[in-house]
């Protein structure tokens, strides 16, 4: 058999493995496929072609750019993924392994594209939060915007998920405007460099976007600077090693990471075994125990239960462990495959030992072999559950994680006994509930909340739908305090802003809107030549600015909307009941009569690019407006955001100020116009 040759893709070009690299060994059979890394790659020329090569051609590119480019990316993934099947068997991985690892991958990119485009401004600088006023009259503002850091990002990745793991971090770094170089762990790194190849001879990326090191890291973290950052999956130890690193602590390089957590899941005290939330419960523990043969950073290591249902838990999730079909992934009916290397199984082994010094085996034996397939040389392990019955007192089933199919049952007194127990953990990427009730979960959010990344529950209700205890999303933040690593990762445009840097901005109006590419009150105004209803997407200018004629509000007018509309709300229709409430004068206009008349004030009535209202923000009610009052409006053109080759969204400034010039109304109007 020809081995692999996984190589690495340094500085545009391809480097095969070195004299010294090292072999992969098949986890199904135990037989070497391929080999990767012994290869002198220099490291500083990685750093300078994505820092010289990758970092300026993305971040001449917008974020709507970007998010076009992931999406094309994704595309290209998914037409390419049986192949990326095909060589991940040999991880020890089932078909619907790699449909949590590639399908999942693919996913993520899709997220993260769809974020980019409808979340993230069509331009190169982001704006984090509202507009500060920081001087009376309005002429001094700050706010907060957020650039691509102009370093480079180093991706160093676990060996379970060698597509996904990869894809969510990269989407993010990339919608950020910030290069990578990716390392995968060793042994799972062929599937890894499969997908890198179909990325780049996509010809999708720009040059020095996305590099990848097959093997080890060399001296790269000592030559990373205050622009980088590492973000790391993997264990505590390697992420303490990574991170004590004296050129990461020098340089204040970032440092992101997601480590071993000792996940939980707690059994509502409002479940038993005649509701459907049991079975949930146990069909949960079940998938976590056996998907990707428990090698999951996010598996559940402790299962939580109430004290009279522990045995009940342990009968149940015993006979569903018994049909599940353990073997070579390739063969049909297999449901749980082998681990990713032999080194590992060991390591399971050795970790689920320490962990039967204080608990007792209840289910699996580490010695059984039958297995479907000719799989004897493989890394395959039943799994084992152990009953902690003394979990206050035990240390170990809090501390040590076995990376494979194991688990730890352990009963608690009350809700806030599991919550103790959970919490133990001291810190964790995720703890699961399963309960009907809103108290039990309020009281673990509140008192597990701090020790967890996410918390998920799950009840009969949303059963159908809920995606799963161990199933990270790209909108949602992934990560965890304490053991967990501290760090996040994904969480939407969150995960985006960590390869970003927020900079306080101060100055005047005119000074954000050119930074900001966004309108801020007080900015200049300008006039256009027409009105900005005749004009098209491309033509608007942010600031262009319409002030209308004045309007005055009749009571026959207040009192024909109200019947009209039949909002005879008593502000509107009785004088005397409306001056004993502190709010109004007397008898007042509609906010949305108001809002109507507005629009009869700027609209333009003829066909025209203005092709659709979509919408209204942020809508806000000052002063009340009286039968005898005027009002006037002043329309800005705040933002443009490209939609499609054919349109575009204009996200307009709306004011109303009454016959004394005082503020009445205040939105912000959305509208597609075509290009």
């Not at 500085?11 to 012994?38: F, K």
């Not at 995720?430 to 673990?444: L, N, P």
């Not at 999303?473 to 990560?479: K, S, Y």
């Not at 009192?559 to 502000?571: L, Q, V």
Request: proline share 5%.
């Amino acid at each position: 058999m020809t081995l692999m040759k996984v190589s690495s893709f340094a500085a545009g070009q391809w480097i095969a493995p070195g004299a010294n690299a090292r072999p992969i060994a098949s986890a199904i059979t135990g037989l070497p496929l391929a080999e990767a890394g012994g290869a002198d790659l220099d490291m500083q020329a990685m750093i300078d072609y994505a820092r010289d090569k990758g970092g300026p051609a993305l971040r001449e590119m917008g974020f709507h750019d970007r998010a076009k480019m992931l999406k094309a990316l994704a595309l290209h993934l998914g037409s390419h993924k049986q192949e990326l099947y095909d060589l991940s068997f040999d991880t020890g991985a089932t078909q619907s392994d790699h449909m949590i690892d590639i399908d999942g991958g693919v996913g993520t990119m899709f997220v993260f594209a769809s974020k980019g485009r409808r979340e993230m401004p069509d331009g190169k600088v982001y704006i984090d939060g509202e507009i500060e006023q920081l001087s009376r009259n309005g002429t001094f503002l700050g706010m907060h915007i957020a650039t691509p850091l102009q370093g480079v990002a180093v991706h160093i990745n676990a060996f379970n998920f060698p597509v996904w793991g990869m894809l969510e971090k990269l989407a993010p770094t990339l919608l950020a405007g910030v290069p990578a170089i990716v390392k995968p762990a060793t042994a799972t790194s062929y599937v890894t460099e499969a997908a890198v190849r179909i990325m780049l001879d996509s010809g999708i990326l720009p040059e020095g976007a996305l590099q990848l090191i097959s093997g080890g890291t060399g001296d790269l973290l000592d030559r990373l600077g205050p622009q980088d950052i590492v973000s790391f999956t993997g264990s505590a130890q390697t992420a303490s090693m990574l991170r004590s690193n004296p050129n990461i602590l020098k340089n204040s390089v970032r440092f992101v990471a997601e480590q071993d957590s000792l996940n939980a899941s707690i059994l509502g005290p409002d479940v038993t075994p005649d509701t459907p939330e049991f079975d949930l419960f146990i069909k949960e523990v079940h998938r976590e125990m056996t998907t990707k043969a428990g090698q999951k950073c996010t598996a559940i290591r402790r299962i939580i239960a109430p004290e009279a249902q522990v045995q009940n838990v342990i009968e149940a999730l015993s006979a569903r462990l018994d049909k599940t079909v353990i073997g070579d992934p390739r063969a049909e009916g297999v449901r749980m495959g082998a681990l990713v290397s032999a080194s590992q199984k060991a390591d399971v082994l050795e970790k689920a030992a320490a962990i039967g010094s204080e608990s007792k085996l209840v289910y699996g034996n580490p010695d059984d072999s039958d297995f479907a397939g000719d799989v004897d040389a493989g890394a395959f392990l039943k799994p084992m559950l152990f009953h902690c019955e003394n979990p206050d007192t035990a240390t170990i089933v809090h501390e040590c994680e076995a990376f494979g199919p194991v688990s730890t049952i352990m009963g608690y007194r009350d809700i806030a006994h599991a919550i103790e127990l959970a919490n133990k953990g001291e810190g964790s990427l995720v703890a699961s509930v399963i309960t009907g009730s809103g108290d039990v979960a309020r009281e673990v959010a509140m008192g597990a909340g701090a020790f967890h990344g996410r918390l998920y529950f799950n009840n009969a209700t949303s059963m159908k739908e809920a995606t799963g205890h161990g199933s990270p999303l790209p909108h949602m933040v992934h990560g965890g305090p304490g053991r967990a690593g501290g760090g996040e990762e994904m969480g939407g445009v969150r995960g985006v802003l960590h390869y970003m840097q927020r900079t306080a901005i101060q100055g005047s109006p005119d000074i954000l809107t050119a930074i900001g590419n966004r309108w801020v009150p007080g900015a200049t105004e300008i006039e256009g030549p027409a009105h900005p209803f005749t004009r098209k997407y491309g033509e608007l200018s942010i600031g262009e600015t319409l002030h209308t004629k004045s309007r005055e509000i009749s009571l026959e007018e207040i009192e024909t909307f109200a019947h009209f509309t039949g909002d005879t709300f008593y502000a509107h229709m009785d004088d005397a009941a409306a001056k004993r409430n502190p709010f109004f004068p007397g008898r007042v206009a509609h906010g949305y009569l108001l809002i109507s008349f507005a629009a009869g004030l700027f609209v333009s009535p003829d066909e025209g690019p203005v092709l659709a209202n979509t919408g209204l923000d942020n809508l806000r009610f000052m002063k009340p407006v009286e039968a005898g009052d005027s009002i006037s409006v002043r329309l800005t053109v705040k933002a443009k955001t490209r939609r499609t080759d054919d349109y575009g969204e204009v996200r307009w400034h709306v004011t109303l100020t009454n016959q004394n010039s005082e503020l009445v109304a205040e939105y912000e109007l959305l509208t597609m116009n075509a290009y």
